[in-house]
Every structure is written in structure tokens, then in C-alpha cells.
């Protein structure tokens, strides 16, 4: 069996770390990702995806990562049921990044680091 896919895309916001009861640093961003085709408008539909970081990838993320950067993420998807109330459930689909590639770099924070 095998679980694993990658996205190249768009942070859309600057992503904010959490941390948990049990002292782990997690870190969720949502990613824009292009479809590669046009719609029937002519123009291209933009999927966009929740990404979810731990500790050490997390840390990396929170440091070097915000808005309008672009990311190559290799990592599984995760999926999970979240019950509305006793009649509606509703199934949630995360993906938990593994590796991450930064396409466009950050120079502004960079450049600062390095002063």
C-alpha cells in the first residue's frame, strides 16, 4: 500500500504554530495549488489544501515560510470524520507534509538572518 503524493502551490497565509498539551509544535498553512487545465471559461481553477507540519518540519516552516511563497510538499494524505451532531458526520481530508522544498525563497527574512 502506499500513501503519498506532492503539491507545489501558494502559501495563502502566513502560517501560525500550535502548541499542544503534550508540548509538540504543530503547524497548519493552507496551500494554493493550480490545476494544470483550463474550465470551460477558459481559465484555470485553483484547488487549495490544508497542510499540516510537525516539530522539526514546523519549525522550519514557521521560520522561513508566509504568504505568497512557493512550496513543493511531499507528504500522505489523512483523513478523519468530524460529527456535526448525532444524525451528520462530516469526513476531513488533511495532508501531512513530510518534505517540503521551498521554489521561491523568503529574501526579506534571509537577508535579515544574515545581517
Not at 500550535?18 to 481553477?45: H, M, P, W
Not at 514546523?58 to 512550496?71: C, P, T
Amino acid at each position: 500500500m502506499l500513501n503519498q503524493l506532492i503539491l507545489i502551490g501558494r502559501i495563502t497565509h502566513n502560517p501560525e504554530p500550535t502548541i499542544l498539551e503534550d508540548g509538540k509544535k504543530v503547524l497548519k498553512f493552507q496551500l494554493a495549488v493550480q490545476r494544470s487545465f483550463k474550465n470551460y471559461a477558459g481559465e484555470y481553477d485553483t484547488d487549495f489544501f490544508q497542510i499540516t507540519c510537525w516539530e522539526g518540519l514546523a519549525n522550519l516552516v514557521e521560520k522561513y515560510v508566509e504568504k505568497g511563497v512557493m512550496l513543493a510538499i511531499k507528504g500522505r494524505i489523512q483523513s478523519w470524520q468530524y460529527n456535526i451532531d448525532e444524525e451528520k458526520k462530516m469526513n476531513m481530508i488533511e495532508v501531512i507534509a513530510e518534505k517540503i522544498t521551498y521554489l521561491s525563497s523568503n529574501r526579506n527574512k534571509l537577508e535579515k538572518e544574515i545581517e
